[in-house]
């Protein structure tokens, strides 16, 4: 009895030690999280305001010419930006989105070739699972994204899609929309378009009023609509990288935050079962001391 007694407490004392490590993380993550979600806040507004600046350069001139607006007749290569996190312990975050991006790689159909650029480790790794081929991986930047380490990948986009290399542009995010809720979302980035613009980040969208321009406006475009288009448009795509690799880190630290309560939770659960266990067991070994001392002194009675 005594050596379970033992094996219960050194189970005790474990357990307790797991749980400060899991507070600890929760702590971190709830930290992170505030930061990400106050620069996701902040972020959404300029892509929203930048195409409807497009909007009406569009009553002027023709933007279906610009190489980033103008759509294919038929789609054979296409270019997947996946957004996942460099760590695990996240709850379900990357099993969500990785789910969505083999469901979106499936539908492309057998005839379609997919190549992928990977922003974290964990969404590379599933993808050389799959036989993609990965054009480039980046590490290190999900936790705490900066604009100036978003812009190669921006420009790697749009570099290539206008080249020709591919004819859609695809990207693969989680789509922050509270503390306990997150969206994973796959949607066509590249050519661009206003469904596009108004489904990145649009979960927090509603509290932010659009901006309207009325026919009598008028504009002079200096050099040209068509120069304008050039210098706005590749600023436009970085920018709505940069705020999905923020509505990323923002879900990723709030899942996290939750999956670490979570495990708190089942582990305070957990050590009042040993403790009640315990309890039992140092119980029945007292009993069994008292009977056995009992039986001891009624057999020298008689």
Known sequence: MAVQTRAIKRRIKSVKNTRKITKAM???????????VSAVL?????????????????????????PLLRHHRETTSVLMLLITSDRGLAGGYNTNVLRRTREAIKSLGGGVQVQA???????????????????ASFVDITSNPKFEEILPIGRMAVDDYTKGSFDKVVLAYTDFVSAVSQTPVVLDFLPLSIETVK??????????????FTKASEYTFEPSPR????????????????????????????????AMRSA???AGEMIDDLTFTFNQARQAGITQEIAEISSGKAALEN
């Open 26 to 36: 929760e702590l971190v993550a709830a930290s992170k999280m505030r930061k990400a």
């Open 227 to 258: 120069e304008v288009l050039d210098r706005i448009l590749p600023r436009l795509v970085q920018t709505m990288v940069y705020q999905a690799v923020l509505e990323s880190a923002a879900s990723e630290h709030s899942a996290r935050m939750m």
């Open 117 to 135: 650029v990977c922003i974290g480790k964990r969404g590379a790794d599933t993808l050389k699972r799959l036989g993609i081929p990965i054009l």
């Open 199 to 212: 489904s990145v980040g649009q979960a927090k969208q509603a509290g932010h009023e659009e901006v309207k």
């Open 264 to 266: 708190s939770d089942a």
């Open 42 to 66: 902040a972020s959404r507004p300029y892509a929203k305001l930048a195409w409807n600046t497009v909007q009406s350069i569009g009553r002027l001139s023709d933007t279906s010419l610009h």
